[in-house]
């Protein structure tokens, strides 16, 4: 006789993502259980192997497809299919018998989909396991769901239309103006927040307008999806924090991979709690965190890695935001003419605000003191833009310092 035993579980990963540049909060979890175990486990109910599923069976985004073709147990891709069906079948209870799976195993295909497919921005977080006693492996997954089928499905369509729309305002660029243009959206559309209970999906950050980390990272992975560009989800923490998780993106542009953080780029105010920063009346958008490699991530994230989730390595620059607009300064002496170029470019739009990188600290320290000391060239190079027939101010500017991730931002002022 075969007995069972419900199990309580939730995703591992993902259980108090929702972090941005502030503390993490946890999600919201129900502990509602699914249905009856005794449906499942009835002790005459016959043992029938499942059918093996293929890849072209399941709908999946690129970002899922990109993890299940690394999978190399074939029991995780069984799982990973049949749960993908169930849940995209809106189903509360899916079979996973023939499988000889465990719930630690379960959990990493979870974050998977969950982290992958932002259709599913409505299951539960948490869900329970009929488990064999016998040798422990999981019988029935049982899952509830936030919505109603017809609730959900009218979402999902809220959801694709904001997609679409953002995909076709970004047609014809080059992957990475289209990259460029989606995370300046969802940093200009989205305020970090717990405020509404789909913080946690691509529909809080693209529809509500309210989302946390993971509702930022799921939404770039949406818009990218439609796109036909590879974003793929990754867990961490924060460097000075283990314990605060986060959650960001790797993308691929021009053939090479890249880390973006949206959330971090969404500014922050003196608390370190994640809001858009205004600056002396001005609103702007950071791009910091565009296009970073490992190297320059593990600054200050940390990256997590489960038995199904592995990220691929990320060393290109060369789609960096500073480096691939010209507004990167690795030799002190090109400093002014940088800053007179992006100058320039800024006042033909009468845009107030210009930034650029240094490739160190020593650089950065040498350009501030060249450039914005109290005898620097920063005057010159207004005055010079003056006579030119710019509409600038040569008496004033303003600048923002951030000598950790050695960036500059300048304040331009217009003459009235």
């Not at 946690?200 to 770039?220: F, I, M, Q, R, T």
């Not at 021009?254 to 608390?271: C, F, H, I, K, L």
């Not at 501030?368 to 207004?382: H, Q, V």
């Amino acid at each position: 006789m075969k007995k069972t035993r419900l199990l309580s579980a939730a995703a591992a990963l993902l259980v108090l993502t929702g972090c941005g540049a502030g503390a993490a909060e946890s999600r919201p979890q129900s502990s509602s259980p699914g249905s009856a175990a005794s449906s499942a486990s009835d002790s005459s109910q016959a043992e029938s192997s499942l059918p093996k599923l293929t890849k072209d069976d399941v709908r999946m985004t690129r970002s899922a497809e990109y993890f299940f073709d690394r999978l190399e147990d074939e029991r995780f891709k069984q799982a990973a299919l049949i749960t993908l069906e169930g849940l995209r079948d809106h189903s509360e209870a899916i079979s996973l018998e023939s499988l000889d799976l465990y719930d630690n195993e379960f959990d990493d295909i979870f974050d998977l989909l969950i982290s992958c497919e932002p259709e599913l921005g409505w299951v539960e977080n948490n869900y329970e396991l009929d488990i064999d006693t016998n040798d422990d492996s999981i019988i029935t997954a049982y899952f509830k769901y936030k919505l109603s089928r017809e609730e959900e499905e009218a979402a999902v369509e809220k959801l694709k239309a904001v997609v679409t729309e953002v995909n076709a305002a970004a047609a014809g660029l080059d992957d990475f103006g289209r990259m460029l243009y989606f995370h300046d959206y969802i940093v200009t559309e989205c305020d970090y927040s717990t405020e509404t209970g789909n913080a946690w999906s691509a529909y809080g950050c693209l529809v509500d307008g309210k989302a946390v980390c993971e509702g930022y990272s799921k939404a770039l992975i949406a818009l990218c999806e439609e796109a036909d560009m590879l974003c793929i989800p990754v867990g961490g923490s924060y460097a000075q924090n283990s314990s605060a998780l986060h959650m960001w993106n790797k993308v691929v542009m021009d053939g090479e991979w890249y880390n973006m953080d949206v959330t971090w780029d969404d500014p922050t105010d003196a608390n370190d709690s994640p809001v858009k920063e205004e600056k002396d009346g001005i609103d702007y958008i950071h791009r910091d965190y565009f296009g970073l490699t490992d190297k320059e991530t593990e600054t200050d994230h940390r990256f997590t890695e489960t038995s199904v989730l592995k990220y691929p390595a990320a060393d290109a620059v060369e789609d960096n935001y500073f480096i691939r607009t010209g507004a990167y300064v690795s030799d002190p002496g090109e400093a002014s003419d940088t800053i007179y170029r992006l100058a320039a470019e800024a006042a033909e739009k009468e845009e107030q605000i210009i930034q650029f990188r240094c490739s160190g600290s020593e650089v950065y320290d040498s350009v501030f003191e060249l450039e914005f000391s109290e005898d620097g060239r920063i005057f010159d190079i207004l005055g010079q833009l003056n006579r030119e027939g710019y509409p600038v101010d040569p008496t004033g500017y303003r600048y923002i310092s951030d000598k950790e991730r050695c960036i500059i931002t300048i304040l331009i002022d217009y003459s009235k």
